[in-house]
């Protein structure tokens, strides 16, 4: 059975970084910040990393995460992290590095590659030796495949494989040395070629940049925002909803577990909707199996007391007298704006098939 335990918070504040100002893209690198956000605060992301061998691949995609701009602000404004300029704190620790401290980090590198690659090396004659014993035991076996193995296990050293992981670029001389002098497997580990190791964080060498009060806070749209906080309090799982022509993707639990039950998009109070666009989102709601939710913020002279589906937005503020902190950010620094006694109420629309 697989264990329950949660994996274990980061140092907070943590940092996540902006790839740039005009373009705003937040990312995180660090799988076990990544882990734990999932599973303490519902915050899921959406993974961009591809490996260089198959550039083109984009389902089973890894680190680093990219998140929601709406994830990232709420994030700052609970206390739990806080935005870096990825490019400028990088090149500024960078050029005060020593030759002495890239000296050592090179070394280091070279020494979890070079024990990586004995580890798979000690896995790989395992498993030769395994299938040998599987041979001697199996009547059907015969002398031609155990001798072929044993050639095998002998020269694993010398013969590049995929699987172990060896470089694609020995020396042919050095190979041919392994071929005729089958090496002992002491001599073999001691022998093999350090993997190239890449972390996925530049800490260490570097280390982790501090908050600044003059970084500025994610841009959001207002109501979207207000919609986003609003569903995230009420403990739904959140994530992009391009793939379905919607703002957001709303879970019941962990996506990995439950399908999507809405598709969300934020409107204001007093914004006009087309009619088709009900029409259309009501049936494209109903043709995946989700109700199509639209939702927006409404306040105080406007609230209207109606059996529709409404909730308080006390799980969502942020300051004692009802207050939410929805505003966009201005001259770099961020504003808020008062919506008084705000709250958001939504709406479910689903196609009647009339």
Known sequence: MASSKSPAPPTLPFPIFRQSQTFERYLLYDVNTITWL?????????????????PQQNVFLGLPLELMPEETRLLVEKGIAYTVDD???????????????????????????GEAAKAAERRKRERTEGALKNIHHDNRGNASAILALQNRSENTTGEPDSAGGESLFISSSARQSFASVPPSPCEALNTTVPWA???TTSYPPLTVPTASLLAPLPTVNPTTYALFKHLHGLNYFISPGLRFGCQFLVYPGDPLRFHSHFLTVGAGWD?????LDLVGGGRLGTGVKKGWLIGGVEIGEQREEVGLIESDISSVATHGDGTLDIGEDSGGCGT????GSARVRTFCIEWGGM
């Open 271 to 275: 914004e006009e909707i087309e009619l």
């Open 87 to 113: 490019l400028t704190s990088h090149k500024q620790q960078l050029d005060q590095l020593t030759t002495t401290q890239k000296l050592s980090f090179q070394q280091e590198m070279e020494k979890d590659g």
């Open 38 to 54: 999932r599973a303490a605060h519902h915050i899921l992301g959406v993974l961009i990393g591809t490996l260089p061998q198959i």
């Open 336 to 339: 808020e704006d008062d919506l």
């Open 197 to 199: 190791i890449t972390p």
